[in-house]
């Protein structure tokens, strides 16, 4: 999937599409979303705007020296080489069940998303 | 409600402090970071006068946080006399952090 630059940060199509990713890939890993979710939203959105900005989905639960040159080296474009070997998300996007913090959902719906977008743009 | 710093006021702030200071470094989109928030609020609260508590936006604030190499957000690092003394880093629990900060008092 090519993104274009076209799409300003109020569009909701990436959103849409990280929303998408993340409730098919904690189905598949067997992961849950946050007990808080706005803990969740807040995670898809960061996602999104870097899938925006940089073109991939780096993690929004580091601080990158130089964002361009992590996309490259891709360790940290989600889902991680943590969450791919381990299931370690610490960001608590992709939550295993044995943790406290762990809900019973894999779904979020785009109102909780447009909400945490809201409340901290 | 902890008081924001920024990589101007770091030094002035954080390192010239008389007494134990404790940084949390977050980030707007760190889901996270919205948990620990309201614990390092009440750590504030509790420890009021004793440990001075404050929060940096590392997007914002980039220098400070590349300086102490900051990595994964949250983190929560504790200063002392200027220099870094402890750090814990994710969503910890209230207990976890309060037993860290004990060490330095």
Same mark, same amino acid.
């Given at each position: 999937m090519t993104s274009t630059n076209d799409q300003p940060q109020n569009g909701t199509k990436t959103l %849409? !599409?990280?929303?998408?990713?993340s409730e098919t890939y904690a189905k598949r890993t067997d992961t849950y979303f946050c007990v808080d979710p706005s803990v969740t939203a807040v995670v898809i959105e *960061?996602? !999104?705007?870097?899938?925006? %900005?940089? *073109?991939?989905?780096? #993690?929004? #639960?580091?601080?990158?020296?130089?964002? %361009? !040159? %992590?996309?490259k080296a891709a360790y940290w474009n989600c889902p991680c080489v943590p969450m791919r070997e381990r299931k370690e998300c610490h960001c608590m996007l992709f939550i295993t069940p044995d943790n406290d913090f762990a809900g019973d959902q894999q779904d979020i719906t785009m109102d909780e998303l447009i909400k945490a977008r809201e409340s901290l743009s | 409600m902890t008081e924001p710093v920024t990589d101007k006021e770091f030094k002035a702030v954080v390192l010239d402090s008389d007494i134990p200071v404790l940084v949390d470094f977050w980030a707007p989109w760190c889901g996270p970071c919205r948990m620990v928030a309201p614990v390092v609020d009440?750590?504030?609260?509790?420890?009021?006068?004793? +440990?001075k508590v404050v929060k940096l936006n590392t997007d914002e604030?980039?220098?400070?946080?590349?300086q102490y190499g900051i990595r994964s957000i949250p983190t929560l690092m504790i200063f002392k006399g200027g220099q870094? +003394?402890?750090? +814990? +880093?994710?969503?910890?629990p209230k207990t976890t952090l309060a037993s860290t900060l004990e060490k330095y008092l």
């Open positions: %849409e !599409a990280m929303k998408s990713f *960061g996602l !999104a705007r870097h899938k925006d %900005e940089l *073109g991939s989905p780096l #993690c929004p #639960c580091r601080h990158y020296e130089d964002k %361009e !040159a %992590e996309v | 009440e750590i504030a609260q509790q420890y009021d006068g004793k +440990v604030n980039p220098a400070v946080a590349s870094r +003394v402890d750090m +814990v +880093v994710g969503a910890v």
